[in-house]
C-alpha cells in the first residue's frame, strides 16, 4: 500500500520559515514526479512545485524566489523548503506523485498518490 506523509507543518509568523517533508512508503518513486499543492479556506487545491526524477523543477509564480523544492531519493522522500512566508502562504499543503515514470507535469489530474496534507499557518 503506497502512502505519502507529510510533515513539518504549523504556526509561523510572516517573514518565517518552513520546511515540509513528504516521506513515501510501499513503492519508490526515484524514476517519478513528485508534487506539493495546497488550498486555502474556501479556494480549490492549487500546483506549488514540482520536482522531477532527474531534479528538474517547476514553481507556480507566486512562490518563485521563496521556495525550494527537494528530493532524496535514498529517503523516498520530498521537501519543501518555504521562506519569506506571507499570510496568503496559509493553506492545507499536499504533497503527492505521478504514478507514470518519467513524466513531468504540475496539473493535479496527472498526480495518482497523495498525501492527508499538512497545515501551515502564516500569522501577520
Known amino acids: 500500500q503506497v502512502q505519502l506523509v507529510e510533515s513539518g507543518g504549523g504556526l509561523v509568523q510572516a517573514g518565517g520559515s518552513l520546511r515540509l517533508s513528504c516521506a513515501a512508503s510501499?513503492?519508490?518513486?526515484?524514476?517519478?514526479?513528485m508534487g506539493w499543492f495546497r488550498q486555502a479556506p474556501g479556494k480549490e487545491r492549487n500546483f506549488v512545485a514540482a520536482?522531477?526524477?532527474?531534479?528538474?523543477?517547476i514553481y507556480t509564480g507566486s512562490v518563485k524566489g521563496r521556495f525550494t523544492i527537494s528530493r532524496d531519493n535514498t529517503k523516498n522522500t520530498v521537501y519543501l523548503q518555504s521562506n519569506s512566508l506571507k499570510a496568503e502562504d496559509t493553506a492545507v499543503y499536499y504533497c503527492?506523485?505521478?504514478?507514470?515514470?518519467?513524466?513531468?507535469?504540475?496539473?493535479?489530474?496527472?498526480?495518482?498518490?497523495w498525501g492527508q496534507g499538512t497545515q501551515v499557518t502564516v500569522s501577520s
Open positions: 510501499g513503492r519508490t518513486f526515484s524514476s517519478n514526479t
Open positions: 503527492a506523485a505521478i504514478s507514470r515514470p518519467y513524466y513531468f507535469d504540475s496539473k493535479s489530474d496527472d498526480y495518482d498518490y
Open positions: 520536482i522531477s526524477w532527474s531534479g528538474n523543477t
